[in-house]
């Protein structure tokens, strides 16, 4: 199991022993996925554990749940706070971090009602989610038959657990194929994202990414890798793009949380350039994975240091 190395969990203000974090069958969410969440990674520096962007990452899960009109029990430094004790409490070093909002048990009606807000943080060690292979030679894509829900179904800039059910059929569609991952597109046809993940071009020494207006999760890593990107010197650009920008791209790569900065190298069969991870690829993966360690001075805000937290009491 994924979770082996898990010993606790932070559930509505507590640590709790892995075995001991459960939920009733008649949850809202489990029903109708009526919840919202985070994927957060935790990396090794010499400093110790620290948080990638914890701060934004809890902005948006603040954001998310005002999507849905559900309150959140806990301020965002309670959370914040929360977070690192879970990361502490397991002795991790670096892992992967699931803060998750949602309706507990009350009723099955669809308005949640009085369903309680429950919160529970979980944290494991989670490799890299394309594989290492993928990190360095790139992956495998292709065009999703499923389009991606656009914001007049559900907001897409919100995490919510319902909406990956999209995400779900996407991936298992393209690796029952034998592909890697989906690139799905909005419903004008230009591409969205993919299953879990941001894309972006590289052009004639230009990057290109899209915005909330493709129907995308606004991605951290996405904002990380565009300041990265102008800090380094390159134009980034953003705009809307379709599969015949993404085929006449020199190189092409996707961000996420949980995929990091991973090349792709082909679609549908197609090659992206010469079909191996590209200059500007390697550049961003090299800055990147150098912040996240906190190799880089210049963006030490960045990292939340897990033995550092402000001390926070829960009421
Ligand atoms: N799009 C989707 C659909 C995602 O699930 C994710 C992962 N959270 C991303 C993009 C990338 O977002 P982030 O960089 O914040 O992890």
Request: hydrophobic residues 45%; negative net charge; charged residues 20%.
């Amino acid at each position: 199991m994924a979770f082996d190395s898990t010993k606790y969990i932070w559930m509505n203000g507590n640590l709790m022993r892995w075995q001991d974090a459960t939920f009733h069958v008649s949850a809202h969410a489990l029903h109708y996925g009526s919840g919202v969440f985070e994927g957060i990674r935790c990396y090794e520096t010499n400093a110790g554990a620290a948080v990638f962007r914890l701060d934004a990452h809890l902005e948006r899960l603040f954001a998310s749940a005002a999507a849905y009109d559900m309150e959140i029990p806990f301020t965002q430094e309670e959370l914040s706070d929360a977070v690192c004790e879970t990361i502490e409490s397991n002795n991790f070093s670096s892992c992967y971090i699931r803060p998750i909002c949602f309706y507990g048990s009350d009723t099955l009606s669809l308005h949640p009602r009085r369903c309680p807000v429950e919160v529970a943080i979980l944290a494991w060690e989670w490799a890299a989610y394309l594989g290492d292979e993928g990190l360095v030679n790139g992956v495998r894509i292709t065009a999703s038959p499923y389009l991606k829900f656009n914001s007049r179904m559900m907001p897409t800039t919100a995490k919510a657990c319902g909406g990956y059910i999209n995400s779900i059929l996407a991936v298992r569609e393209a690796v029952n194929r034998g592909f890697d991952e989906a690139l799905l597109f909005d419903s004008e046809g230009y591409i969205a994202e993919g299953s879990g993940e941001n894309l972006f071009l590289a052009r004639d020494g230009k990057l290109f990414t899209n915005n909330e207006e493709s129907s995308i999760l606004l991605g951290i890593t996405r904002d990380a890798v565009i300041r990265l990107a102008r800090d380094l010197g390159y134009a980034v650009e953003v705009t809307k793009f379709r599969l015949a920008d993404l085929l006449a791209a020199d190189e092409a790569f996707f961000t996420g949380t949980a995929a990091e900065v991973t090349p792709v190298r082909e679609v549908d069969g197609a090659l992206i350039g010469s079909g191996k991870r590209g200059a500007v690829t390697t550049e961003i993966q090299r800055v990147f994975f150098a912040v996240v360690a906190g190799r880089d001075a210049r963006y030490a805000d960045w990292l939340q240091l897990v033995a550092n937290r402000p001390a926070y009491a829960f009421s």
